[in-house]
């Protein structure tokens, strides 16, 4: 049980285009999900909590405008990294709470070239 | 500022060697204590929760224990495949949010 998807598992673009990752619930309902992005050998980096039927909270320091998540049903939300640029490249994971812990999806590699 | 620091930053092991993995925290209040373990490449994959001074959790060759500055991660005869990043976060508020640490990156050779 718990277990999250992310969709795609790595996408490639160019600098200017944007690009929606999607993250699933599959055996659970999840009020709350979580946006994290990781740079290479460093840890996670919370970004975002979703929740549902509500907007956004983002952490100090994430352009709410360039970073745009919907949380439109109890099972999904979605992470559109509008006009990406290069410093935009890193590996995306989502996570969605079930009761107290958060289970993980297996993450978005995002390169914008 | 609540605060998460994990060491050693890397640990290589001889197949069979045990070892402890430390987390020490720095917050107010804790709300529980997370251990997760990470493959490269890939998302992380949920272990444990520690609630309180005194609480240990074990599941297979990993033990958690949990005091009020810190957790080990205790690994009991590693194997290869027990080789990854492990990560400590802590929940301190009532959003759910988690604080994660930068790791510890254990490699264990046959």
């Known amino acids: 049980g718990a277990v999250v998807s992310q969709h795609p598992s790595w996408v490639i673009c160019k600098s200017g285009t944007s690009v929606k990752i999607e993250c699933r619930s599959l055996d659970f309902q999840a009020t709350t999900m979580f946006w994290y992005r990781q740079f290479p050998k460093q840890s996670l980096m919370l970004m975002a909590t979703?929740?549902?039927?509500?907007?956004?909270?983002?952490e100090q320091g994430v352009e709410k405008d360039k970073f745009l998540i919907n949380h439109a049903s109890l099972t999904l939300s979605t992470l559109t990294v509008t006009s990406a640029h290069p410093e935009d490249s890193s590996f995306y994971i989502c996570s969605a709470r079930g009761g107290d812990k958060q289970f993980f999806g297996p993450g978005t590699r995002l390169t914008v070239l | 500022e609540d605060q998460v620091t994990q060491s050693p930053e890397a640990l290589r092991l001889q197949e069979g060697e045990s070892s402890s993995l430390n987390c020490s925290y720095t917050v107010s209040g804790l709300r529980g204590l997370f251990w997760y373990r990470q493959d490269p490449g890939k998302g992380p994959e949920f272990l444990f929760t520690?609630?309180?001074a005194g609480e240990e959790k074990e599941k297979e060759r990993l033990k958690a224990t949990l005091t009020k500055k810190e957790s080990f991660l205790h690994i009991t005869a590693p194997k290869p495949e027990d080789s990854a990043t492990y990560l400590c976060a802590v929940r301190v508020s009532n959003d759910y949010k988690l604080s994660f640490g930068a790791g510890t990156t254990v490699t264990v050779r046959a």
């Open positions: 520690l609630y309180s």
């Open positions: 979703s929740n549902e039927g509500s907007k956004a909270t983002y």
